[in-house]
C-alpha cells in the first residue's frame, strides 16, 4: 500500500503547528512507501503528490474541530474553483481528478483541536493533549494503512463524539 501523507500548517503560529509536528515524528519512522508533504497550506500542485498513491491522509490544525481531534474519509468536491492559495483537502483531491481523468485514491483528514494560532505564540497546553491523543490515532492508522481499516476507525471515531 502506498500511502501520501500531507501537513499543513505554520510552526510560527501556536497551534497551527500540529499539523508540522505529526510530520516531523512520521519523518523520523522512515516508513517505506509512504511519501511526506509537509506546508504551510495545500496548493493545487499538490494534487500531483496523489499520482501513484492507493491512500492519502491530510493532518491539520482547526479551530472549531471536535477535541482532541477528527478523523473522517473525504471526498472531491466539484464545483468549487481552485484559486491558488489554501486549497481544502476535498478541492486537492477534485484538481487531481480533473487533470488525471480517472478517481483519486481514497482520502481521509486528521484535523487536530488547537486553541491558539498568535503568530510568535507557541503550541498551547490543550493543543499539547490533543497533540499527543492524535499521535496515537495515527500511529493506529499506520498500523494498518488500507481504506477498510480506516474506514472502520472513522466509524468508531464518530460513534465515541455521538456518546
Given amino acids: 500500500m502506498s500511502l501520501v501523507v500531507f501537513a499543513a500548517g505554520n510552526p510560527s503560529r501556536g ?3 500540529l499539523g508540522p509536528l505529526l510530520m516531523a515524528e512520521l519523518e523520523a ?3 517505506p512507501d509512504v511519501h511526506l508533504v509537509s506546508d504551510f497550506q495545500l496548493q493545487i500542485e499538490h494534487a500531483l503528490d496523489l499520482d501513484g498513491r492507493d491512500l492519502a491522509l491530510f493532518i491539520d490544525a482547526g479551530t472549531g474541530t471536535p477535541a482532541p481531534f477528527v478523523f473522517r474519509e473525504i471526498h472531491p468536491v466539484a464545483g468549487q474553483p481552485p484559486n491558488s492559495h489554501a486549497l481544502p483537502p476535498e478541492t486537492v483531491l477534485q484538481v487531481y481528478v480533473d487533470i488525471r481523468g480517472h478517481a483519486a485514491p481514497p482520502a481521509f483528514v486528521l484535523c487536530v483541536r488547537g486553541e491558539e494560532f498568535g503568530l510568535g505564540r507557541d503550541l498551547s497546553a490543550t493543543a499539547r493533549k490533543h497533540l499527543s491523543a492524535a499521535r496515537a490515532h495515527l500511529l493506529r492508522c499506520l498500523a494498518c494503512a488500507e481504506a477498510t481499516s480506516w474506514r472502520r476507525l472513522a466509524g468508531a ?3 465515541l463524539l455521538r456518546a
Fill in 15 to 17: 497551534d497551527d503547528a
Fill in 29 to 31: 519512522l522512515a516508513l
Fill in 157 to 159: 471515531d464518530r460513534d
